[in-house]
Nanobody, 130 residues
């Protein structure tokens, strides 16, 4: 019943920008923290960013801090990730997730696994050319 649908990915040059969106349905969106996770080619899952249910607190991986901005519009049941100053190493499949199975402080420091989140979108591909 829970559905997360990402959009907004594409091909962009180094230093360019993209805004990803995630349309949520099937649950009370405004009651849940939301997250972005990515997987680069040949690499494991990497937690990127988190936002609390009200959109008042945000968290970022060191690799994207200062370049990416997570936000949400609870009236539209939509999560966003604004990505600026993109680098080739940002090339990855980006997933919208929710239903974290462990606290934020462990998500931030530990290796990310699919089991860390109960709900996943299908992903949207971001490719940054050099």
């Amino acid at each position: 019943e829970v559905q997360l649908v990402e959009s907004g990915g594409g091909l962009v040059q180094t230093a360019g920008s993209l805004r990803l969106s995630c349309a949520a349905s099937g649950f009370t969106f405004s009651s849940y923290w939301m997250y972005w996770v990515r997987q680069a080619p040949g690499k494991g899952l990497e937690w990127v960013s988190a936002i609390d249910n009200r959109g008042r607190s945000t968290y970022y991986a060191d690799s994207v801090k200062g370049r990416f901005t997570i936000s949400r519009d609870n009236a539209k049941n939509t999560l966003y990730l604004q990505m600026n100053s993109l680098k080739p190493e940002d090339t990855a499949m980006y997933y919208c997730t929710s239903g974290a199975t462990r606290p934020i402080w462990t998500i931030m420091v530990a290796t990310t696994q699919k089991a860390d989140f109960d709900y996943w979108g299908q992903g949207t591909q971001v490719t940054v050319s050099s």
